[in-house]
Nanobody, 119 residues
């Protein structure tokens, strides 16, 4: 089993920045990739960004490309999401996810952290 704990959410003005962290514990040796998703009120959960654990390959949703950066610290078993130039439409609960295989479902999820961007 793997446990994921997110932190770093909060309230920020439009144009500001936040950095989210996702600490993984447990059977982390099986990690293939970690990702961030978000869910705004009344909307479905959507993909934000992902990073592969060994090679550090990244992929972003078009809506955040150029503004958000995903990274990882393998020694700390932690993934990060640096969010710059935040917009009110970025307001959502942000969830961290971990996958142990190259394709398929994300096996583990965190509890989420709220990000609110005021205009």
């Amino acid at each position: 089993q793997v446990q994921l704990v997110e932190s770093g959410g909060g309230l920020v003005q439009a144009g500001g920045s936040l950095r989210l962290s996702c600490a993984a514990s447990g059977r982390t040796f099986s990690t293939y990739a970690m990702a961030w998703f978000r869910q705004a009120p009344g909307k479905e959960r959507e993909f934000v960004a992902r990073i592969t654990w060994s090679g550090g390959s990244t992929y972003y949703a078009d809506s955040v490309k150029g503004r958000f950066t995903i990274s990882r610290d393998s020694a700390k078993n932690t993934a990060y999401l640096q969010m710059n130039s935040l917009k009110p439409e970025d307001t959502a609960i942000y969830y961290c996810a971990l996958r142990t295989v190259p394709i398929g479902m994300w096996n583990y999820w965190g509890q989420g952290t709220q990000v609110t961007v005021s205009s």
